[in-house]
């Protein structure tokens, strides 16, 4: 049973450019969720997909956005990349049912660097 | 204020030993909590629910007092491989389910 899988692992860009990440949910799950993880802090709630349609957001700029695909997938972009975006940023997914919808599975990650 | 703070320690348990700690939550709204492990350079995993009740799971047990808005963590019989950051989860409230809130973990050394 393949848990949640995120690509590429690493990432380095420059200030300025354009990122696409990239989620497979955890099988039977269909609910993801993104988040940001900056060196020695918790993970920050970026926004979570359901039904190909974003269903909840936290406080990151509109270059943020996402989208997910009938087969649940999920990318993550970023435009206009700034040094601060630097982090791992980690993918979750759940189950859309109330019992289960906030026990996460994450991805390992992509780790993205800003030069 | 951070809406989730913990102490980062780190907790420095001898092995077998009891370690306990917290974490505050400024939501009183906030219905689900969670502690997560998150080992060096990896993905948090869950490591329980937290319930109004308290909870256990194994050597684990979880507490929450909502009067003073905090949760807590008690590990016991500390084992080796329990050294880790952990992550205390709250929900943002009741019209936010699956919106999660991290705090920045407490560490936790366990030593021979």
């Known amino acids: 049973d393949a848990g949640v899988t995120q690509s590429p692992t690493h990432l380095i860009k420059t200030r300025g450019q354009q990122v696409t990440l990239r989620c497979s949910p955890k099988?039977?799950?269909?609910?993801v969720s993104w988040y940001q993880q900056a060196l020695g802090q918790g993970p920050q709630f970026i926004f979570q997909y359901y039904e190909e349609e974003e269903r909840q957001r936290g406080n990151f700029p509109d270059r943020f956005s996402g989208h997910q695909f009938p087969n649940y997938s999920s990318e993550l972009n970023v435009n206009a990349l700034l040094l601060g975006d630097s982090a791992l940023y980690l993918c979750?997914?759940?189950?859309?049912?109330?019992?289960?919808?906030?026990?996460?599975?994450f991805g390992s990650g992509t780790q993205l660097s800003v030069l | 204020r951070k809406e989730v703070e913990q102490d980062p320690g780190p907790f420095n348990v001898p092995e077998g030993a009891t370690v306990a700690f917290n974490c505050t939550y400024s939501n009183s709204a906030s219905q689900s909590f969670f502690w997560y492990r998150q080992d060096c350079r990896k993905e948090p995993k869950l490591l329980m629910s937290?319930?109004?009740s308290g909870n256990e799971d194994g050597r684990f047990t979880a507490q929450l007092n909502r009067a003073s808005q905090y949760i807590s963590l008690l590990i016991r019989d500390s084992k080796l491989s329990d050294s880790a950051t952990y992550l205390c989860v709250v929900n943002m409230g009741p019209d936010s389910w699956g919106k999660l809130q991290f705090g920045a973990g407490t560490q936790v050394v366990v030593t021979p």
């Open positions: 979750a997914s759940s189950a859309r049912d109330r019992f289960s919808n906030e026990k996460l599975f």
């Open positions: 937290v319930y109004s």
């Open positions: 099988s039977g799950h269909d609910t």
